[in-house]
């Protein structure tokens, strides 16, 4: 049986509280789990107790196999419980398609105007002594 430890929502319409658990990876996010070593309430602010974890139980489901999402590692992480490894995508800061089409003809409309305003004043001196 794939165990995995994840959230669990809990909580009313648009006031989410999550359980953190283990349970069978075939369960249902809500449904059937095995036990639950933790909560979550995304509501608090940032430096109140918005993580619950019991930290004995959760290394003891880490042993036995058990596979923490990414949220929960997040979690664990900041407990000192499990370490997370830092994430590099260097390509996904980088803009799509249109947006790099944008760019580029925005950077072309600025090259021909600094053209047109270099070849402007040259011209401009010229009439203003004839005149």
């Known amino acids: 049986m794939a165990l995995k430890i994840r959230l669990a929502r809990a909580g009313s319409k648009k ?3 999550y359980h953190i658990v283990v349970a069978d990876a075939r369960s249902p996010r809500d449904g059937r789990f095995i036990e639950a070593i933790g909560a979550w309430n995304p509501l608090l602010p940032k430096d109140g107790e918005r993580v619950k974890i019991d930290a004995d139980r959760a290394k003891h489901w880490l042993g036995n196999g058990a596979q923490p999402t ?6 664990f992480d900041e407990a000192g419980i499990a ?11 980088e803009p799509g398609k249109k947006a790099q089409e944008r760019a580029a003809l925005l950077k072309k409309a600025q090259e021909d105007a600094a053209a047109a305003a270099a070849a402007a004043p040259a011209d401009a001196p010229a009439e203003a002594s004839a005149e």
């Open 70 to 75: 990414d949220r929960v590692l997040r979690f």
């Open 15 to 17: 006031r989410p509280y």
């Open 83 to 93: 370490k997370r490894e830092a994430r590099s995508n260097p390509i996904k800061a």
